[in-house]
């Protein structure tokens, strides 16, 4: 597979092709500012510059991240943690991913259809797809497989940074009772590989399958067919509903809807009828995680309401757990400790990093594309759409960043450049 580009376009697909190689560095999602360097140098160059409609909400959300820095040193009522170095790494970290991806869209944008063809972009997205999935089979087979990347001789010593650039084949887990693997390479972690895959399939079919010839297509029918493994296997519940609503979207907004509707149900036999099928409904029978997440979100929305319009700048740690009001594991209550506050969704992390106005920011910016482009019948319009629509959808279940995030940013960007 040979792709023209003109140099301007290098860094989009030094980063979506070249995703294997920076996961083995250590920079994994990072990458995204690593390269949005050069592509700020290609904005430079060509000014002026063209912003897409919806873009000054996306600013807006920047500057209130930087406002919201003088509330780091803060300690809220039911919150503990001394004002240090982590949470200013962290801090840092998510500006400059929100800062990194607004040139990544404006770059997107600027860059024509000769440069870069809108269908190229799109199989670009593909070839990720097909890393993840290449991940998620490592993940089932190999879960064990880590490595030291370079990265991490340079970076300090802390979880989010470990977690971030630590490259890892699956993060094993008891969802079900006894150890098992959930993928997560080439990605941050377990559900950052589920929800990823989910946003990549949507551009690999519409690549690879719509707008594929019969090598494509083969392709394209193999490879749905090897991720279906590791997508039951990751026991992500929120990856299986994205599929649903995908299929229920693309029913809905469709003509042909007698033929998706036989896939459809061919799709869930399959599923029941097989041993995968066992798995989900383990899965489904063990909701463990249900009650972690009430309690966070719970917690995060009284803290964030003693600080509503700019929030803490950063998580913090919450006293006891949904189990216990103390806080940390003990030899009778292993589940107990301090969940970070934020941890369970986008949503939830603007809360409390940037109160509710950031929220309604991050809302606002997703909802008004959806709108904006919903009349966009082509392939690439749907996608889009839909992409946009599972933005919201996992910003109650999933945090964005790091890649996650990256990917919903460069969809926003397809979704512009379709639309001029």
Not at 84 to 93: E, Q, S, T
Not at 266 to 274: K, P, Q
């Amino acid at each position: 597979m040979t792709w023209r580009l003109a140099p301007a376009a290098w860094p989009i697909a030094a980063f979506l092709v070249g995703y294997p190689v920076w996961w083995a560095l250590g920079f994994g999602g990072l990458s995204i500012v690593v390269v949005a360097i050069p592509m700020a140098v290609v904005l430079w160059l060509r000014r002026p510059i063209r912003i897409p409609r919806g873009m000054g909400l996306w600013a807006l959300l920047i500057v209130g991240y930087l406002v919201s820095a003088v509330m780091l040193d803060a300690t809220p009522a039911g919150t503990y943690g001394e004002f240090g170095v982590g949470r200013l790494i962290g801090y840092a970290m998510r500006l400059a991913v929100y800062v990194a991806l607004f040139v990544v869209v404006l770059y997107l944008g600027n860059l024509t259809k000769d440069e870069l063809p809108q269908l190229t972009l799109v199989r670009m997205l593909g070839v990720l797809f097909l890393t993840a999935v290449a991940g998620g089979v490592l993940g089932i087979l190999a879960p064990g497989f880590e490595f030291t990347a370079p990265m991490e001789y340079l970076l300090p010593d802390h979880p989010f940074v470990t977690n971030l650039v630590h490259p890892t084949a699956a993060q094993i887990q008891y969802v079900l009772g006894h150890a098992a693997p959930r993928p997560e390479a080439p990605f941050e972690w377990a559900n950052a590989w589920g929800g990823n895959v989910s946003i990549l399939l949507v551009w690999f079919v519409v690549g690879w399958w719509i707008h594929g010839g019969p090598a494509r297509r083969t392709v394209a029918v193999i490879a749905v067919g090897i991720a279906a493994v590791p997508i039951v296997y990751s026991l992500n519940r929120g990856l299986w509903a994205a599929i649903a609503i995908g299929i229920a979207y693309m029913i809905i907004r469709n003509r042909n809807r007698a033929a998706l509707l036989i896939l459809a149900t061919a799709t869930g036999a399959a599923f029941v009828l097989s041993p995968l099928g066992q798995v989900v409904a383990a899965r489904v029978d063990r909701p463990h995680s249900n009650d972690i997440r009430a309690h966070t979100v719970v917690t995060t929305i009284k803290v964030a309401a003693t600080s509503p319009v700019i929030g803490y700048g950063n998580t913090r740690d919450a006293f006891g757990s949904h189990r216990t009001i103390t806080t940390g594991k003990t030899g009778w209550c292993r589940a107990c400790g301090h969940p970070p506050l934020g941890s369970d969704g986008q949503l939830w992390l603007l809360l409390i990093t940037q109160g509710f106005t950031g929220a309604a920011l991050y809302v606002g910016f997703f909802a008004g594309a959806i709108r904006r482009h919903w009349h966009d019948r082509s392939p690439i319009g749907q996608a889009g759409s839909l992409v946009m629509l599972l933005v919201l959808f996992y910003m109650f279940i999933y945090d964005g960043l790091v890649s996650a995030l990256t990917l919903y940013l460069i969809s926003f960007a397809v979704l512009w450049r379709n639309a001029t």
